[in-house]
Structure formats: structure tokens, C-alpha cells
């Protein structure tokens, strides 16, 4: 059997027979298992092997395999066997063979021909074709032939005869060509004026806007004074009539081409900066009877300050009750050295206030008041002298 290249809607048929008498024909048979390999490549299980039996009364064993799974040869080669093998527990193992092949004009090539018999050629050199050209580039020979164009370099030469259908007149003494024009952009020519009238919709393939031409008209930013010829834009400031804001679009500077204003006098001045009727140095003078009360006041303040410390402690800085009365508890060798004032109250209160055993033996137990540890294991003799002592303060 013969499939081409791709195809998955192949079937290939096959009689499944008794495994053990190798004859008898197995009818309704379900839940086979198909292996393929293809070119001699690895043994691959078919992921969903789709088997029909054809008829179990009228042909009774034969079965049709789809072969819809690995149908593509590869691209250096024009044909390929497959081996298919078919195992069912009930049925002895079917293998056959079939053969993948590339209907093809040459190697490597596929040709694609529809119902009308149309080849689709997708590719003329190597170069892909679409549906509207015959390459990726044409090149055309030049002559003044039927069918060909006079050109040097790429210039097409023409000898023009019609314009719009009309028929253009002949060269007149001077050598130029008179062609009557009746219509540009389907408007007409103003035969009265001999003008011109021609409809422009576009401008750099800019689309105008209707009407007349206005600011709307003009992209932004497209009118700069490099636009216009030299000195125009001065000439229209001096024929003008402006109306300036100082501040804004002048400047003014104080006696220079403006009147109507006053300059400001010494009083004007004084006023200007806060100062009451004498000058600056008089008024300055005046504060100096007052300097033996400045004085004064200043050293008071002084002896305030003076004992102040350099860089006093935030608020958040000064410690707390709590923290004082933990500083104090656990103040290294505050007792005696390497005591802290919480161990020794530890042990005092053991001594005094916890448990106690073993006073009358050679060793004597203070526990501590929650009775949880030994505080103080003392060794004593008969008449109760300690001799050695070990304290637990932690």
C-alpha cells in the first residue's frame, strides 16, 4: 500500500485470527494496541489507534486501521516505509507495511494540483511567489518595440500623444508641445482668465482641511520666523497697533523711551522698606541707649543656660521606672563582685523564705519560694557549720 506524504485519512486493512489455531476469525474484538515505525526509526505506541471492524456477519475478522499518526516523510527524502504492528490479547499479532512517498516533479519538490487540474506554484528559482508578481524583481528590457519601453538608466523616455483620452497637438515653431486641457481633477479650466483652476486635496500626502486657509490649516509649530523673509516680521510690529503689559511682553527700564512714571524719593524710600521718618543710620543710632538693658537681659538669660548640658537627651532618651529599677537590680558585681543585687535577694529569700531539708544530715537544701530548684546546697558538720556552699542565683 501506498499513502502520500501527510496524508492522515488513509485506512489499512487487516483479518484478525485466533492466537492459538492461527485460523479461526475473531469477531468484536476492542482494546487493541498499534505500534509504528517509520524509516526504521524507534518503535513508537500509537497515542489513539482508531480500529473499526467492518462487518461481523458479512466479513467476518477483517478490520481497517486509520493511519493518522506520524504520515510525514522527511524533507531529504521522495519515500519511506512504515511497519505497523497490531497486537490484541485474543488475536494473533498482525504486521504489515506501507509505503510514504512524495508525489513530486523534483526531489525535495512537492507539486500541489486542485480538482481543475491548477498547479500552485509557490516558488519559481527559489524565490516565493505571491498572487500578484512573478518575482521579487523584474527586470525589463528596454526597446521601442511592442510591448517594451524606451529607457536609459532607469528614465523611461515617452512621446506623449493623448492626455485624458484627448489627442495632444503637434509641436509648434518654438518646439513646444500645445496640449488643450479641459479638465484637472474633474474641474474646469477657466478658458476666460486662462487660468488654472486645480482642486488640491492633499499636500505631501497631507489631507487639507475645506475652506479657507486658517490657523486649523497649518500643523503646529509649523510658522517660525525662519519661515518668512528678512525683516518681515519687523515690518509688521511697526505698522501695528500693539498693546504692551509690562512684565510680559516689555520690559521697562527707568528712563529709557518710557514716561508716565515717578521716581521714588527718600520718603517713598523709607516707606518702601518699613522705616518710620528718619534715615536708616539715624534710627540704628537711637538703639544704642537701649544696650545696657539689652545687656542685661542677655545675661540673664545666660545663666540659665550655661547649665544646661552641650547636647541634652531627648524626652524619649530618659528612662523609665522600670528601667531604673532594672539597672539598679541587675548592676554587675553590685552585691559583691560577680553579684548582682537580683541574685543575691534570690538567695536571701531561699535562706529565709523557702524550703529547707536536710539541716540535721551532712548536707542542707534551701529551695527557692516557687520550690522549682535548689538555691543553696550547703555542706555542714554535726554542730551545723557550713564547710562548702553551692548557689544557684539564676
Same mark, same amino acid.
Given at each position: 500500500?501506498?499513502?502520500?506524504?501527510?496524508?492522515?485519512?488513509?485506512?489499512?486493512?487487516?483479518?484478525?485470527?485466533?492466537?492459538?489455531?492461527?485460523?479461526?476469525?475473531?469477531?468484536?474484538?476492542?482494546?487493541?494496541?498499534?505500534?509504528?515505525?517509520?524509516?526504521?526509526?524507534?518503535?513508537?505506541?500509537?497515542?489513539?489507534?482508531?480500529?473499526?471492524?467492518?462487518?461481523?456477519?458479512?466479513?467476518?475478522?477483517?478490520?481497517?486501521?486509520?493511519?493518522?499518526?506520524?504520515?510525514?516523510?522527511?524533507?531529504?527524502?521522495?519515500?519511506e516505509e512504515m511497519a505497523l504492528h497490531v497486537t490484541q490479547a485474543s488475536m494473533a499479532p498482525v504486521t504489515r507495511v506501507v509505503e510514504?512517498?512524495?508525489?513530486?516533479?523534483?526531489?525535495?519538490?512537492?507539486?500541489?494540483?486542485?480538482?481543475?487540474?491548477?498547479?500552485? !506554484?509557490? *516558488?519559481?528559482? =527559489?524565490? +516565493?511567489?505571491?498572487?500578484? &508578481?512573478?518575482?521579487? /524583481?523584474? $527586470?525589463?528590457?528596454?526597446? %521601442?518595440?511592442?510591448?517594451?519601453?524606451?529607457?536609459?538608466?532607469?528614465?523611461?523616455?515617452?512621446?506623449?500623444?493623448?492626455?485624458?483620452?484627448?489627442?495632444?497637438?503637434?509641436?509648434?515653431?518654438?518646439?513646444?508641445?500645445?496640449?488643450?486641457?479641459?479638465?484637472?481633477?474633474?474641474?474646469?479650466?477657466?478658458?476666460?482668465?486662462?487660468?488654472?483652476?486645480?482642486?488640491?486635496?492633499?499636500a505631501g500626502g497631507t489631507a487639507w482641511n475645506s475652506g479657507a486657509i486658517t490657523a486649523n490649516t497649518f500643523a503646529a509649530g509649523a510658522?517660525?520666523?525662519?519661515?518668512?523673509?528678512?525683516?518681515?516680521?519687523?515690518?509688521?510690529?511697526?505698522?501695528?497697533?500693539?498693546?504692551?503689559?509690562?512684565?510680559?511682553?516689555?520690559?521697562?527700564?527707568?528712563?529709557?523711551?518710557?514716561?508716565?512714571?515717578?521716581?521714588?524719593?527718600?520718603?517713598? !524710600?523709607? *516707606?518702601?522698606? =518699613?522705616? +518710620?521718618?528718619?534715615?536708616? &543710620?539715624?534710627?540704628? /543710632?537711637? $538703639?544704642?541707649?537701649?544696650? %545696657?538693658?539689652?545687656?542685661?537681659?542677655?545675661?540673664?538669660?545666660?545663666?540659665?543656660?550655661?547649665?544646661?548640658?552641650?547636647?541634652?537627651?531627648?524626652?524619649?532618651?530618659?528612662?523609665?521606672?522600670?528601667?531604673?529599677?532594672?539597672?539598679?537590680?541587675?548592676?554587675?558585681?553590685?552585691?559583691?563582685?560577680?553579684?548582682?543585687?537580683?541574685?543575691?535577694?534570690?538567695?536571701?529569700?531561699?535562706?529565709?523564705?523557702?524550703?529547707?531539708?536536710?539541716?540535721?544530715?551532712?548536707?542542707?537544701?534551701?529551695?527557692?519560694?516557687?520550690?522549682?530548684?535548689?538555691?543553696i546546697n550547703a555542706s555542714v558538720d554535726q554542730d551545723g557549720n557550713r564547710l562548702a556552699v553551692i548557689l544557684d542565683p539564676s
Amino acid at each position: 500500500m501506498k499513502i502520500p506524504s501527510g496524508k492522515t485519512d488513509q485506512k489499512l486493512f487487516f483479518v484478525a485470527v485466533d492466537s492459538t489455531d492461527l485460523k479461526t476469525r475473531k469477531t468484536g474484538l476492542s482494546s487493541f494496541t498499534v505500534y509504528r515505525s517509520r524509516n526504521g526509526g524507534t518503535a513508537t505506541v500509537y497515542t489513539t489507534p482508531t480500529i473499526t471492524e467492518l462487518s461481523a456477519a458479512n466479513m467476518p475478522g477483517v478490520y481497517c486501521l486509520l493511519i493518522d499518526e506520524d504520515t510525514t516523510i522527511a524533507s531529504t527524502s521522495d519515500t519511506e516505509e512504515m511497519a505497523l504492528h497490531v497486537t490484541q490479547a485474543s488475536m494473533a499479532p498482525v504486521t504489515r507495511v506501507v509505503e510514504l512517498y512524495r508525489p513530486d516533479v523534483t526531489s525535495g519538490r512537492t507539486l500541489s494540483v486542485d480538482a481543475n487540474s491548477r498547479v500552485d !506554484v509557490g *516558488s519559481i528559482s =527559489g524565490t +516565493a511567489q505571491t498572487a500578484r &508578481d512573478i518575482g521579487a /524583481s523584474v $527586470l525589463l528590457s528596454a526597446g %521601442t518595440g511592442t510591448g517594451q519601453l524606451d529607457f536609459t538608466a532607469g528614465v523611461v523616455k515617452s512621446n506623449m500623444t493623448q492626455l485624458l483620452g484627448t489627442a495632444a497637438a503637434t509641436p509648434s515653431t518654438a518646439g513646444v508641445i500645445e496640449v488643450n486641457i479641459k479638465n484637472i481633477a474633474n474641474a474646469a479650466v477657466n478658458t476666460a482668465s486662462a487660468q488654472l483652476g486645480v482642486n488640491v486635496v492633499n499636500a505631501g500626502g497631507t489631507a487639507w482641511n475645506s475652506g479657507a486657509i486658517t490657523a486649523n490649516t497649518f500643523a503646529a509649530g509649523a510658522i517660525t520666523a525662519a519661515k518668512f523673509a528678512a525683516n518681515a516680521l519687523d515690518a509688521v510690529w511697526s505698522t501695528t497697533t500693539r498693546l504692551l503689559t509690562a512684565g510680559t511682553n516689555i520690559v521697562l527700564a527707568k528712563g529709557t523711551g518710557v514716561t508716565g512714571f515717578n521716581d521714588l524719593d527718600a520718603p517713598g !524710600v523709607r *516707606s518702601a522698606v =518699613g522705616l +518710620a521718618s528718619a534715615n536708616l &543710620d539715624t534710627q540704628l /543710632s537711637a $538703639l544704642s541707649g537701649n544696650d %545696657t538693658t539689652i545687656n542685661n537681659n542677655v545675661l540673664a538669660v545666660k545663666a540659665k543656660t550655661d547649665n544646661l548640658p552641650a547636647a541634652p537627651a531627648a524626652v524619649g532618651d530618659i528612662p523609665t521606672a522600670n528601667q531604673n529599677a532594672d539597672a539598679l537590680l541587675d548592676r554587675a558585681s553590685g552585691i559583691e563582685p560577680g553579684m548582682t543585687p537580683r541574685q543575691g535577694w534570690r538567695l536571701w529569700s531561699a535562706a529565709l523564705l523557702g524550703k529547707a531539708n536536710g539541716l540535721g544530715t551532712g548536707t542542707a537544701i534551701f529551695r527557692d519560694t516557687n520550690d522549682t530548684k535548689d538555691r543553696i546546697n550547703a555542706s555542714v558538720d554535726q554542730d551545723g557549720n557550713r564547710l562548702a556552699v553551692i548557689l544557684d542565683p539564676s
